[in-house]
């Protein structure tokens, strides 16, 4: 027996939660998607680490590339190519979609990530989530995986607001069974990410996700500034 967990990053608080449930079953994070299938699994040791999802399946071949699509150094985070012998070359009637994501034979699912020296795929987040925040780019799953770390924080997501200010700004939801400390959670970050820190927090019951368990960052968004009016 196994639990798979796919459709994002999967907090350290969560695999503790799972196998301390079910110390019998085997934890496993995949990585992939309809156009290619899967491309990597992790089976979950204690020691996980948040945006870990394993070594490549066997048949796949993946390219981490900068955006004008040239490889980038070993251990650089770039953007995420992936390619096999099955894998589907276009998009039913949709030829822009197609050019869009299908590259010389890759496909491009506008993941970041990159290889560690174990040859594990770790995910970044995505180029459409990048946040321009006090005209600071920021990348929210960066900051979501350093939050996971953190004990007493079983979940969180990051989004950029529109503040009373005038100006955007970056906003973290954090979630956890007892109070958490918010300001003592900012100081932490401006420690770890001098400038790409958020500057509004706020602790909720639960992060607002899709069907498929992947952030609903547009509800969330849609919630801070409610909260921020």
């Known amino acids: 027996k196994r639990i798979c967990l796919t459709g994002g990053a999967v907090g350290k608080s969560l695999i503790e939660l799972i196998q301390g ?4 079953i085997s934890v496993e994070v995949w990585f992939g998607s309809n156009e290619v299938g899967r491309v990597s699994s992790l089976v979950v040791a204690k020691d996980y680490e948040t945006g870990n999802v394993g070594q490549l399946q066997p048949g796949v071949e993946i390219e981490i590339v900068n955006q004008h699509g040239n490889p980038v150094e070993d251990g650089q985070v770039g953007l995420i190519r992936s390619r096999t012998d099955q894998m589907a070359s276009t998009y039913y009637n949709d030829v822009f979609e197609t050019a869009r994501n299908f590259l010389g034979g890759w496909f491009q699912s506008g993941d970041l990530g990159y290889e560690d020296t174990e040859d594990n795929l770790h995910l970044r987040g995505r180029t459409t989530e990048l946040v321009n925040a ?3 780019k920021i990348n929210p799953a960066v900051i979501e995986a350093r939050i996971l770390t953190l004990a007493g924080i079983s979940d969180c997501a990051g989004v950029e607001v529109s503040s009373p200010k005038g100006i ?8 956890g069974p007892e109070p958490i400390d918010t300001v003592r959670l900012s100081e932490l970050l401006k420690s770890y990410f001098p400038q790409e820190h958020p500057t509004i927090y706020a602790q909720i019951v639960s992060i607002p996700r899709n069907q498929n368990g992947k952030i609903n960052r547009r509800e969330l968004r849609s919630w801070f500034e409610g909260q921020l009016a």
Do not use: S
Not at 21 to 24: A, I, L, V
Not at 168 to 175: D, H, K, N, Q, R
């Open 21 to 24: 449930t079910f110390p019998e």
């Open 134 to 136: 006090g005209g600071n």
């Open 168 to 175: 955007t700004e970056f906003a973290v939801a954090v979630v």
